[in-house]
């Protein structure tokens, strides 16, 4: 079992909670606890069950690999929106989400 921080997954997730956190600041006040705080709460849910998969004994790893999935497909459309409002734009250049 490799280290988690060492994963380049986990490097991924922890890199777009930190982004994530430094953009919903700028948020309207409306958004940032709305939006806001739901992508940072789903995001940290992601690095939690990167590291949870990774722990976990081989039965129980893809349950925790479907469970960072659904954070992903949850935070995506997250996104979409504060881009579709004109509060943040260019998140591609800054994270890498694979594609599903």
Known sequence: MA???ALPIYKVAYDLLIEIFKRTKRFPGEYKYTIGERLI?????????????NKS????RLERVAEAR??????RPLLQITIDK??????????CLPEH
């Open 3 to 5: 280290l988690y921080t």
């Open 41 to 53: 709460n789903e995001a940290l849910e992601l690095v939690i069950n990167i590291y949870k998969a």
């Open 57 to 60: 004994q081989k039965q129980n």
């Open 70 to 75: 659904e954070d992903v497909e949850t935070i």
């Open 86 to 95: 004109g509060f943040a734009d260019n998140w591609e250049q800054t994270i």
